[in-house]
Nanobody, 126 residues
Framework: QVQLVESGGGLVQAGDSLRLSCAAS????????MGWFRQAPGKERDFVAA????????YYADSVQGRFSISRDNAKNTVYLQMNSLKPEDTAVYYC???????????????????WGQGTQVTVSS
């Protein structure tokens, strides 16, 4: 079983930066993928970013392209989401997700992921 624990959320002002962390434990894997999703009140959970653990390729939602960056530290079994130039519309609970499968539905799909963290709140004030 894999456990994912997110950290790094908080309350910031528009234009500020935050870095979210997602630490994986229980079983480590060097292939598959990890991703970040977010869910604002009353809305669906949306894709934010993902990283292929095999080749390091990254994927972003159009709304965060150029502002957010996903990265990994294999030694620490941790994935990060660096969020810059934050906007009020980025306010949401951010969830980390992981899959150990190399192939499947697109990484932008919730259905691709087998493991989820409990989420961390990010609030951006205007």
């Amino acid at each position: 079983q894999v456990q994912l624990v997110e950290s790094g959320g908080g309350l910031v002002q528009a234009g500020d930066s935050l870095r979210l962390s997602c630490a994986a434990s229980g079983r480590t894997f060097s292939r598959g993928a990890m991703g970040w999703f977010r869910q604002a009140p009353g809305k669906e959970r949306d894709f934010v970013a993902a990283i292929n653990l095999g080749d390091g390729s990254t994927y972003y939602a159009d709304s965060v392209q150029g502002r957010f960056s996903i990265s990994r530290d294999n030694a620490k079994n941790t994935v990060y989401l660096q969020m810059n130039s934050l906007k009020p519309e980025d306010t949401a609970v951010y969830y980390c997700a992981a899959t150990e499968w190399e192939f499947g539905v697109p990484l932008q799909s919730i259905a691709r992921y087998d493991y989820w963290g409990q989420g961390t709140q990010v609030t951006v004030s205007s």
